[in-house]
């Protein structure tokens, strides 16, 4: 059986179990969303927001692409926010980045000729890199680097996202969290919160795993 074959027998098997779980599944998907949560993360395989979190449908309204980005400029993510803030209304967005992310590994490297689509897209992954370069090198080995990045990553969407007029004109501000997840334990860890005690926990964490 070739793979997308596959998928689709599972997909069956999917549907069968789902409705025999909760006969008014279906019924209330078919009634229309109101997800609380926008999900902004990376593409990578290994990192499926609602496996990750036990979600169900209609749980998270969610942006993927490399490196979990968000750009203003970028009507791709900019339409995802504009939407699950100013129709969907969603309370928070969490940004979830992972540690290991091949998207940030590459802005570590030099441009890669075959891919021009990613280069541009990871321009300003780049840039930060260079920002805080002094940082980096003091972190031992590659790998390190890639994860330390990856925060800085988060926490820099993380600001462009509580920056962007959509988040700051919302009728009720939604709160913008940022997240990592390991792919060792699969853990998740909160970079950022919104949440102002929990903020104070994690940058003391962080300080201390920094230092
Ligand atoms: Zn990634």
Redo the contacts with the bound molecule.
């Keep these: 059986m070739n793979r997308p074959k596959r998928l689709l027998v599972a997909n069956v098997a999917w549907a069968h179990e789902t409705a025999a779980r909760n006969p008014d599944f279906f019924r209330d998907l078919v009634r229309g969303q109101n997800p609380h949560v926008l999900w902004i993360g ?3 395989s290994r ?1 499926p927001a609602e496996t990750i979190t036990h979600c169900e449908p209609g749980d998270l309204f969610v942006h993927r692409n ?3 980005l968000f750009h203003p400029d970028d009507d791709n993510s900019a339409s995802v926010l504009e939407y699950a803030v100013r129709v969907l209304k969603v309370g928070h967005v969490i940004v979830c ?2 540690y ?5 590994r590459a802005a570590l490297l030099p441009p890669e000729p075959r891919l021009p689509h990613v280069n541009r897209r990871i321009a300003p992954l780049c840039a930060l890199a260079q920002t805080h370069r002094g940082e980096l090198e003091g972190h031992v080995g590659e790998r390190a680097r890639i994860d330390r990045l ?1 925060e800085l990553n988060v926490l820099e969407q993380v600001r462009q996202l509580r920056a962007s007029p959509i988040v700051q004109e919302a009728e009720s501000l939604p709160l913008v969290h940022g997240w990592i997840f390991a792919l060792e334990d699969g853990r998740i860890k909160v970079l950022t919160s919104g949440y102002e005690a929990d903020d104070a926990t994690a940058c003391t964490a962080i300080a201390r795993s920094a230092a």
Aim: overall charge negative; proline content about 0%; charged content about 5%.
């Design positions: 990376c593409s990578d990192v490399i490196a979990n980045g992972h290991g992310c091949g998207g940030v990856a």
